[in-house]
């Protein structure tokens, strides 16, 4: 048997025969509308705001005299203002907001009223760029003077909202209509006219019995919420109903029932009455999916319906599309519920549908009143709250990352790791942590790698500071004929210090830049061209380094043995001794080279065997340029057979060749 009473949906204009009790505001606001182009509605949650709109105010008009549109912001405002006119365009294409209602006016003839219904949803879950453009375009329409009626239906404590607008819209707070709360002489009016509407009797004396029923349902700080009221009578009506008929249906649409006193004694207040029905109906559904489902989660039902409500304690729209029978769900809505079975979630939300705690429409779905969120939102933890706040911020910074492709920092990451497995996060969400936190150690590795090039830096300027002041005082010393010698020494030393001062400025920036990353990581990603631009500058740098030593060029080459080598070489300054291609086993053989270089040069000699086996690669001593500067290698070759040394310069090329023979 289904109650006559509505539960927790709002009345519309099928229900004009038992809206009781709102008499004198269903006339103010038919006045009100016809003075003005703009009308807000506005009171408490509870006041019974929609049900005024789509039942009372939509009984006062004949077909002909309007045209009513609902709106709610779903997603967006504006969008669902576009898909709220589409039908009523008969394929048009939406325009301006004024246009597209100038058309609908030419169609049909009649005036168009957009009635805007929990109109704070705005405010709670919109973007300033909605609000604004919401605005902007309501402005324009009513400068149309088009044969329009605009209704804002919000609940008051979010009216503080309107204020920065009124500038915009001057007439915004003129023409306004507070829906108060029924007090308890009309309460019981209500009651008692819903009574003789659906056949229902009081055993005894019924002004007692009204009044223990409104003591039941009051609250003594908040008074008479409406929907609560229509939920204690419905589940009245059900257990009165069962008690006297059973489960079996009467022919009868509604048939007589007594309620007595000790009926309603015993029934309790409306927090029993909802709360019960609330914890009854998450028990039943968590209980019946559970043994459909084995692997479902404890306390599924009751996270799926948290998504529902803001972090405010209001309810939330959540849009969906379907394919096939599937409810399908963007990335944001679905990064609201918990995770499960695939199965799990369409069940059980057919089961909160049926069971009146959910209102699923053809494209979204909501809690049935905000009374059932503010509930919901007060049994919330202390953690469960940090969770909604940690999963609302990672929510805003992957909008901003589609938006401009900025990335989590180092500091976000670290407040969300530990929440972020309670999360059950879409796929998508997941995705965009670990891309920040892969960009976050490019970031990192890339810091690192400057401050060590930096350091380089400052070691090599050093250095080269100190070779090019040596060479300096070496040719000093020297006798005035090699003056020559002694300018080019000068010229290395101010390219020297020229290398040195660039190198310092780098090491300066550099240093600046560091203590930049290390005290803001924010700033890392857009930090990304300039150490780009940095490390080109000292590829560069190291890249003009490296093109001196192919400069490197051999003067005199030549082997010797160990009888006379440094006898002449030592004596001489020249020549060691006349170049040999035969050695004896086991005697020692030298090369050497006097060679020419712009600065300080390895020289590296290697020793192979005729099959190209390489025998001995160890460095040479230091080289250095002026009029030439020997240096040599050693080796003691035990075997006979054909063998040659090559000489490399510092950058690994080649620049000289003696072949010779071991007997």
Partial sequence: MKSPFQFLDAFDIRDRDSFFGRDKEIEQLYQMVFKTPLALVYGLSGTG????????????????????????????????????????????????????????????????????????????????????????????????????????VMREEFIGHLYPFESLIPNLFDFRLRVEQM??????????????????????????????????????????????????LDRLYLTDYKRTYGDQPQDEQHPELIIEKHEIESFGTIENVLESFLDEQVINIQKNLKEEIKKLPDNYVKEILDAFVTDSGTKRPINYQRERDEILLSPEAQSLF????????????????????????????????????????????????????????????????????LFLNAQQIASFQEFIPKLGLDKSIRKFIGASKRELRRVEERRIRISRIIAILGVLSFIGAGVAGWMWLDARGKNQTILDQKLEAEKLRDQAVKEKNTADSLRIEGEKLQQELTSNQDSLIAQRDILDSILNVVDSIFDLSSRGVEKVAIKEASIVGDNNFFTTASMSGLNPGPRQSEFQANRTVYAWARINSPQVEKIDFQWYSSASELINADKATLGINTAGYRVYKQHRFAQAGDYYVKIFNGSGKEIGRIDFTVK
């Fill in 183 to 232: 007090h308890a002489a009309k309460v019981k009016d209500v009651v008692r006219s819903s009574f003789h509407k659906f056949n229902l009797h009081f055993d005894g004396d019924e002004e007692d019995s009204l009044q223990m029923m409104i003591d039941n349902i009051s609250d003594p700080k908040h008074g008479i919420a409406l929907p609560y009221l229509q939920v204690y």
């Fill in 338 to 405: 918990p995770e499960g079975p695939e199965e799990a979630f369409d069940r059980c939300i057919r089961a909160l549908d049926t069971s009146r705690l959910l209102r699923v429409k053809d494209d979204s779905m909501e809690l049935a009143h905000d009374s059932l969120a503010a509930m919901i939102n007060e049994r919330r933890s202390d953690e469960k709250r940090h969770l909604n706040e940690v999963r609302k911020r990672i929510m805003n910074a992957y909008h901003e990352y589609e938006n401009s492709r």
């Fill in 49 to 152: 705001k929609t049900s005024l709109i789509q039942c009372g105010l939509a009984s006062k008009f004949d077909g002909p005299e309007w045209y009513p549109i609902f709106i709610r912001r779903n997603t967006n405002i504006n969008l669902s203002i576009r898909n709220a006119l589409q039908p009523a365009l008969g394929g048009a294409r939406y325009q301006s907001l004024s246009d597209s209602v100038s058309k609908i006016i030419d169609d049909y003839f009649r005036p168009v009223y957009l009635i805007f219904d929990q109109f704070e949803e705005l405010f709670i879950m919109g973007t300033e760029e909605e609000q604004n453009e919401f605005m902007y375009s309501l402005r324009d329409l009513l400068n149309s003077n088009l044969s329009c009626k605009v209704i804002l």
